[in-house]
T-cell receptor, first 111, second 114 residues
C-alpha cells in the first residue's frame, strides 16, 4: 500500500544551521505531497504541498521539491531558528480523501 | 474564526470503560477524520466521514466506532476501552473542493486507559 518514510527520528541543530529532513514515499501515479508542522501542545498545521514532478512548495523559509524519479520530497531550510523546534510530518494524498503520514521527525534547535 | 475544536482535552478512564471523544468544525468542510498519534507511528487514520450519516473505515479501526451526526460534529466512541488505546487523538477536517485534500487539525485529546 501507499506509505511515507522519514528516516530521521530526531534532528538536533544550532541556530543558523542548514536543515534537511528526508522524506521518501511509495505510491502509484502522482500523489499530492505535504509537509505539516506540529508545535508542542498543538495539532499538526499544514506547511505547504506540491502535486506534480519538479514542483517546489515553500512556506516560512522551508521548501521541498517533488521528485518522482527518486520518490522524494525532502524538507530544507537554509538557516533554522530556535522557534522552528517542532515535529515535522511528511504526508501523501492519493485521492479518495485519504492522507497517509510518515512517522515524524523531531527538530531541536539550540540557541 | 473557522476552527476544529476537540473535547475533552484530557480524559482518563479504566479498562472496559466507555469513552466518547467529540469534535466540532466550523470550516464548513465536508470531510472529517479521526487520527491517533503514537511515538514511532506518526498519525494513523481510524475513521473518516464525508458527510452527516456517513462513515468510512480507516487503517486502524479495531476497537473504535464513530458517528457523524451533522456536518459539524464527529464523534469517536470507545465502548470497551483497553490500555492499548492510550494515545493522543486528533480530529481533522478537509474541503471536498480541495482535490489535494489539505487537512486542518484540532488541538487533540489525550486519553489514558488505566
Amino acid at each position: 500500500g501507499d506509505s511515507v518514510t522519514q528516516t530521521e527520528g530526531q534532528v538536533a541543530l544550532s541556530e543558523e544551521d542548514f536543515l534537511t529532513i528526508h522524506c521518501n514515499y511509495s505510491a502509484s501515479g502522482y500523489p499530492a505531497l505535504f509537509w505539516y508542522v506540529q508545535y508542542p501542545g498543538e495539532g499538526p498545521q499544514f506547511l505547504f504541498r506540491a502535486s506534480r514532478d519538479k514542483e517546489k512548495g515553500s512556506s516560512r523559509g522551508f521548501e521541498a521539491t517533488y521528485d518522482k524519479g527518486t520518490t522524494s520530497f525532502h524538507l530544507r531550510k537554509a538557516s533554522v531558528q530556535e522557534s522552528d523546534s517542532a515535529v515535522y510530518y511528511c504526508a501523501l494524498g492519493t485521492g479518495g480523501y485519504k492522507v497517509v503520514f510518515g512517522s515524524g521527525t523531531r527538530l531541536l534547535v539550540s540557541p | 474564526e473557522a476552527a476544529v475544536t476537540q473535547s475533552p482535552r484530557n480524559k482518563v478512564t479504566v479498562t472496559g470503560g466507555n469513552v466518547t471523544l467529540s469534535c466540532r468544525q466550523t470550516n464548513s468542510h465536508n470531510y472529517m477524520y479521526w487520527y491517533r498519534q503514537d511515538t514511532g507511528h506518526g498519525l494513523r487514520l481510524i475513521h473518516y466521514s464525508y458527510g452527516a450519516g456517513n462513515l468510512q473505515i480507516g487503517d486502524v479501526p479495531d476497537g473504535y466506532k464513530a458517528t457523524r451526526t451533522t456536518q459539524e460534529d464527529f464523534f469517536l466512541l470507545l465502548e470497551l476501552a483497553s490500555p492499548s488505546q492510550t494515545s493522543l487523538y486528533f480530529c481533522a477536517s478537509s474541503d471536498a473542493r480541495d482535490s489535494q485534500n489539505t487537512l486542518y487539525f484540532g488541538a487533540g485529546t489525550r486519553l489514558s486507559v488505566l
